[in-house]
C-alpha cells in the first residue's frame, strides 16, 4: 500500500459526523398543530472546487480569485480556502490583512467562521499563514481537522473554492481529493504538463478521483489554449481512467498583471477586459458540470459529515 493510501485510510478510520444543535439564527423544527414537530431543512449542499496543477508559478491563486470573484460578482455565496499552508498568498492577491490564519483554527482559538475574511462582493476568504513553519509540516491527521471543520459550517456557501499548493505531498492531494471538483491549471511550459500529468495519475490511482477540468492560463491565442488541453488529454487518454473537459483559457492581459499588481482581481477592476471574460466563460461553465458524485466515495470530503447531505447521481449528460 502505498504512503498515501496509508494516510488516506488512517484519516478514514477518523471520520466523524458533525452533528450540533441548533443555534440562534439556526434552522428550528416547525411545532403542527398537533404539537409534533417537522425536521428542519436541511443543510444546503455546497459545491467544492480544488484548482490545481501540480507545477508551481502556472496562475493557480489567480485563477481560484477571479474565478471566485466572478462568481461572487453573479450573486453566489463563495468562500476561498488558501490550502497553501505555509505559504498562503491569497490574502495578498485581495489586498487583505488577516489577524488569524488555518493554525489559529487548528488549535482551538477560533472557529471557522471567525476565521472568514470579507472580500469585495461578498466573497469570503480563509486565509492560512505565510512564512508559519508548524503549517508546511501539518500531518495528515491535521489535514483531515481542517476538511472536517467546514462540516461545522451552520450556513455553508453555495461554492467553496481551493487553491491547493504546489506538487504532490499529502496536503496538495488530501485538499483535492476532497473537493466534489479538480480545475488542473496548465501552461505552455513543458513542466507544466508533465507535472499535471503526475497529479492527476496520483489522485486517481490512490483517491479515485476520475473527472478533471482544464484551465489553459496564459495563453497567446485560442489555438494555443486547445493544443494544451489535446496534449494533457492524449496522455492521459492512453495510460490513466480519467475523463478530462476543457474548461476554458486565460490569455496574456496586461491587465491581469496590473490587478495582481494592485492587489484585486481583475474581473473586479476591468470586467470587460479580456483575462476577465475567460472568467466569466470558466464561471459560467461551473453550472453546466452536473451535480457532484457523492455515492460511494470512501474518501474524506469537504462537507461530507453534515446532516441531510444524501448523495447525488450525476445528472443525464452531466460531465464524468
Known sequence: MTTLAMNQAWGLSNL?????????????PLATSSGNSLPA?????CRAIAVAGGKGGV???????????????AGREV????????????????????SRHIGHLLDGSCTLSELMLPAPHGLKV???????????????????????AFDELPDPPEFLIVDTAAGVADNVVMFAAAADDVVLVVCDEPASLTDA????KVLSRDFCVRRFHVVANMVRHAGEARQL????????????????????AVPYDEHLRQAIRR????????????????FKQMAGAVDTWGEPLRTGRDRIAFFGGQVGLAPDPVREGGAR
Request: net charge neutral.
Open 16 to 28: 466523524f459526523s458533525a452533528f450540533h444543535s441548533p443555534g440562534e439564527g439556526e434552522a428550528r
Open 41 to 45: 431543512a436541511p443543510p444546503r449542499r
Open 59 to 73: 496562475g493557480k491563486s489567480t485563477v481560484a480569485v477571479n474565478l471566485g470573484m466572478t462568481l461572487a460578482m
Open 79 to 98: 468562500a476561498l480556502l488558501d490550502a497553501d499552508l505555509g505559504l498562503a498568498n491569497l490574502d495578498v492577491l485581495l489586498g487583505l490583512q488577516p
Open 126 to 148: 480563509i486565509p492560512a499563514g505565510s512564512g508559519a513553519r508548524r503549517l508546511a509540516q501539518l500531518d495528515t491527521r491535521e489535514h483531515a481537522a481542517v476538511i472536517r
Open 197 to 200: 500529468y503526475a497529479l492527476t
Open 229 to 248: 488541453y489535446d496534449k494533457l488529454a492524449r496522455v492521459c487518454d492512453r495510460f490513466l481512467d480519467v475523463a478530462l473537459d476543457f474548461m476554458g
Open 263 to 278: 492587489q484585486s482581481a481583475v474581473v473586479d477592476l476591468w470586467p470587460a477586459s479580456r483575462s476577465a471574460r475567460g
